[in-house]
């Protein structure tokens, strides 16, 4: 147990689908990360949130869009997805941005048929 | 953008042996962190080691900055050991932020 909790755990959706995945972290930190795990490739940063705000866009598609009303939750919206976007999406919070250790949720298996 | 490379891509080992994995970066970094991620997909944060050297128990890492790598040393490894071992290195300019490398892959036998 991290403190960093995701739903859901599992999800399947189609193409013209839309979803979104939720983090929520008990810890009491500042920022909070998406990540983006695929097989075969290295975990990819996606959006970085700190007190709220958003510092870093990755270059993710705008299919995939962030929320993050406040500095315990944050959610990827999803909406009119690939099947390459099947993956692992991980979040993770940390006391602040960049100089402190992250702590990751157990992460959200996505399969886009 | 910074390379990162992780040796050996996979690793297996009896239970009980000593094994090091390896972190190589081609530029200079402020943060480096050692992950472990279970074969669940739960990543658990080992060490957040921009430099010297951190012990937890049965591991320990060593980091030198100024030749752009890091070491983790596991002892005496266990089954649970088993998973992949990430490496995460991050910049505060530029346009590299967190890179991880590819991991590598530990499996203990019993």
């Known amino acids: 147990e991290t403190g960093v909790t995701q739903t859901p755990r599992h999800l399947v959706m189609g193409m013209t689908n839309k979803k979104s995945l939720k983090c929520e972290q008990h810890l009491g930190h500042n920022a909070m990360y998406w990540y983006k795990q695929s097989a075969k490739k290295p975990l990819e940063l996606m959006f970085v949130?700190?007190?709220?705000?958003?510092?870093e866009n990755n270059s993710v598609p705008s299919r995939f869009s962030p929320e993050c009303p406040n500095s315990s939750h944050l959610f990827l919206h999803l909406h009119t997805l690939q099947p390459e976007d099947s993956a692992l999406y991980l979040c993770a919070s940390s006391q602040d941005q960049g100089r402190y250790e992250q702590y990751f949720g157990p992460g959200t298996r996505l399969t886009v048929t | 953008g910074i390379q990162v490379e992780q040796s050996p891509p996979d690793l297996i080992l009896q239970e009980g042996a000593n094994s090091t994995l390896r972190c190589n970066f081609s530029d200079s970094v402020n943060n480096l962190q050692w992950f472990h991620q279970n074969p669940w997909g739960q990543l658990i944060n080992l060490f957040y080691i921009p430099s010297g050297t951190k012990q937890n128990g049965r591991l320990s890492a060593t980091t030198v900055a100024t030749e752009r790598y890091s070491l983790l040393y596991i002892s005496s490894s266990q089954t649970t050991d088993s998973g992949v071992y990430f490496c995460?290195?991050?910049?505060?300019?530029?346009?590299?932020?967190?890179?991880f490398g590819k991991g590598t892959r530990l499996h203990i036998l019993p």
């Open positions: 949130y700190n007190f709220k705000e958003q510092t």
């Open positions: 995460a290195v991050e910049r505060w300019v530029g346009d590299d932020k967190i890179i």
